[in-house]
Structure formats: C-alpha cells, structure tokens
C-alpha cells in the first residue's frame, strides 16, 4: 500500500497567486506542486498547518477515508515539509502584512497541505442568500451529499459549510477543508471525545426540516441515505488503515501505536455496523 | 509531540536545477485605461533577470482591438522589448525600464524547475493571455498515458469504491531500501497480482514502445523482488483517431511482441483501443474478495 505523501520542500515548485476565496486559512493560496509519480507539476491549493501537526493529519486522515469510500475527492494530494525561509517568502508575496506566526513553525519546517486545484466552486461563491441555503440543504439530499454528511459525522467535522462544498451540480459535490475534522480535538495528546450533538452537516437537515426548506419525506429520506453510505465505512476504514497508521506514525514517532490508535478508535466506533442507524434513529 | 526535523519524506523530490522567480510581463495597449496584458514570462534569480519569452503574436489584442491592432506594430514592439530585456540581462530586475511606458514587468513569485527553459515554458503556458494556449485536438491525437492511467483509475474507483484502495496504487509503487526509495512504474498490486497501464495510443511508435518496454521490465524485476502469482499488462490499442499509417506501424510491431507475451505464459495480456473496455479488464484481475 503506497504511503500517503509527505514531500520535501523541493515539491513545491512555483508560487503562483492567491485563492480567490481564501476561507479562514489566511496562508491559503495557489501553488504547482510536483506530486510523486507525476511529471509535471499540478496546480494546488496549499495552506500552512500548525506545526503540531494535527491539522494537517486531520486533512490527510479525512482524504485517505473518503477516497476510500468511493467519495470525490481531489486526485492528488500531500504533506510538504517546506522550509521556513520559503515560507515566509510566500507569504509576502500573498500579502505584506502576513507574517509567519510562530505556531506555524517547527525546527525550521512548516508543514503545508497540498490538494489539486478543482474546477467548480464553491455554493458560496456560485449562490447567494436563501438560494446559497437551499442549494447547500438541497445537495446533501442527494446520493453524494448523503455519503458526504455520513462521513462528516463519522468523522465528526466541525466546519461543513457553504464555504467549503464545491458544487458542479448537484451530483457532483467536492468535500474540502477538514482541518476541523476528528472534533478539532487534540488526539495527538488525548482521546478525542464523542460529542453528543450532530455534526454541522447533518444538523443542517435536521434545521432545514424544521424549518420546512425540506418535506418530512425528503428529510426521512435523506436520513435513510446518510444510514446507507455509512454501511461502507467500515471496508473504507479497513482498505486505508494502514496508510493512516503509517501517516501518524511517521509524523509522531508513535512506537507503541498510541497516538494512532486513538484516532482510529475514534473513526472505528463511529463506522462501526449499525452505528450511523442508532445516532440517526434510523430503522436499518 | 511532532518533531518536523525528523521527518521523513516518503517520495524523493528532485532537486531543482533553476530557483528564482518568475515574472509577468505586462502590456496596457492604452496609456489611458488600466487595461493590461501578460505578453510574456521572465525568470530571475537573486533578483537579477535571468531569461525570457515573449509572445511573438497577439491573436486575443486583434480580438479585442480589431482595426487598431496592426500586426506590423506588434512586431515592432516586439522587437524594441526584446532589444530592452536583451540590455537588461544579468541587471536587476527593479531597475528594469523598458523605453515605452506602456511595458512593465511585474514580480509574480517563486519558481523552480528541472531546468531554466521547462520553467520558463511552464511559466509562459500558464500566464501569458494573449496567445490561445488551448488549441483545438487535431484529429490524430492518441492518448497520453497519464491520461489513461486517471482514467482507468477513476473508472474502477467508480465501480468498486470500497475495494479501490486494496490493489490500485495510483502513485506507483515503491520499494524502500537502505533509506532510498526505489519506484517501480505498476499501478495495480495486490500481493498476489502485479499488474500495469500503458498507452500504445500514441502518433509516434517510439512513445508506445518505450511505455510497453518500460512497463515490461519493471513489472519483471519488481515480481524478482517481491514474487507474485501473475503479472499483468493492459495495453491501450491506437485507435480510429489516429492516422492509419501509425495503426500500422503499431500493429506491424505488436504482432510479434504479443506474440511473444502471450506465448511465455509470463504476463497475462489484456489489450483493448477502448478504455472503459480496458479498465473493465484490470477489474477482472482483482475479483472480489469471497464474503
């Protein structure tokens, strides 16, 4: 199983400009990045990651699994290591003011998330308003949208939104920016918790129902859809385990297996059989 | 906790040959309205201008000025801004004044590269507006191989999504040995099968056989290392798009290769000038696990 690829500084091969819709990563811009096996370099959407590391594994972690569950996802992907002088170097030239703050940084290192570039945007640059709700309520209603708000739960990202759903029509979602991903908690240090509440996405159908945006038999059935997506998350888990392991050992250390093993407890008892069925009360 | 000193890289990168900075350089045909455009690409290093293109004609200002735009004009300018960036080499780039005003160079950012021209022509490719840089497919266009290998890729993450991540390895595979990584041009393992996708669907023969030949002799050395039951090679076919005399060529050649991997009972050959038909082929080298 090929490992997830964490690259040099020298992948990262041309500054090219900002993102035109940054999001909250204020690093976040456009980059070629020569991805491996790749002759030519792709052009990328690249942010800076707290140099702890957890950000950016939550990125990595998120993309291994929902690749592996069959769900769109950019075609490259990867960790730079870039150094800081080129670091500071790009930041300038996205913005004068921006300066490299010291979390950022580790023994000279930042840890950059890289991801091919995508055609479509996102609903929020494509709908305003109301419209930008009812497209959003309205992709997560669709077979795609299901397995994307199946993952989001089990994973429990904390940030879906407008922002960072990339729409190509409504069966054609691109789920991006799971920094947030894992509950935002810091696993490398403890076990994440299980929160109550649902994640941001499925409660956005839950509001959308009660709000009658969405009939009772659009919400039932897109209950039912997020249920059935969730039937394969467990395979997925199992056919990227070891990439992920992999991914947090090499960035960790991690000799007994600690720190993996709770992020894949985490993941583990939220794709387990029945387990989306009982959170959503869904009758399987 | 992370120690980023540490950590290793899982793929080489290649060293660059040329880091530096790339460069617009920009046009406002109308001294009067803030209207520009990127007439070529400039590579610098340490601040010091280095190489450049310029576009040598301006399709999209004939497209936007009609009559106004005098081809002989364009050629004029041109020439002038050549002889400037000529004068200006090896100086520093913030010192650059072209004789018109209507000329600036603009700093765009990091740039690195194999070499000096692959980064200049990347550079020129991507910003340079006034030249049409996606040209209509003439008729006999094969199919390049990384195209191919996405395609196939996507079409079997399609159809067997849970199962993609057990044999597909979209970025090759990897032997790790003695701290260097070695990479071997196979995209499908899955511990008992080894197989690979190549594009013979090509204009030019030399294109297909190196792909079939690299391929080949990958896929034999790496079941040497790591012994596998069966490899595979999948072969996309020239097809009807391409010139008839290329068919023949290709198909004056594969005649006695296939031959020959057929009959050595080493490969299992799959070949197809479809490649929804080929991928389907791959497929069925991995059947599914028994529940």
Redesign the interface.
Known sequence: MTAFPVLASQAYVTFVGPLLHRGANPTAHIAEVRYPVQHAPVLSAVKFMPADGRAACNEAISWLLLRSAGVTVPQHAALVLLTDGRARATLRRLDSRLQLLPHLVHAKRVVAWCAQMQASHSVRVLFAGLERDRRFVKALCTTQGAALAALDEALYQLDRNHGNLLYDGPTRLVAIDHEQALANHPWHLSAPPHPQPLCATVESLFTAHQSLQITTDQFQTALRGIADAAKGHAPALQACREQLEALVKRLYGDPDGAISGRVLSFIMRRTAAHWMHDRLGVLG | ????????????????SFEGD?LSVEFQPEPHVPQRFVIGAALARRGRLLAWRLASEAPRLACFYGDRFAKSTWKWLHDELEADLRAAEHTPVKAFQCRSPQISLT???????GTLDA?LS??FE?IVTVVAHNKAKPRSEGVPQ?ELR?AVADWL??RR??????FA??????IRQGGEDH?FDIGYDDGAVAASVVSASYASLDNARLNVMTATADLLRYTRIRPRRQIGLAVLLPGSGLPGEVRTAWSDWWRHESYKYRESGAFVLMESDEQEALASQVSDLYPEPAA
């Open positions: 906790m992370i120690d980023l000193a540490r950590v290793e890289p899982t793929h080489p990168s290649v060293e660059p790339w700093l765009g950012g990091f740039a690195s590269g980064t990347r550079t991507r990384a996405r993450m399609q999504p849970l199962e993609f991540a057990r390895h979209p970025l090759g595979l990897l990479s």
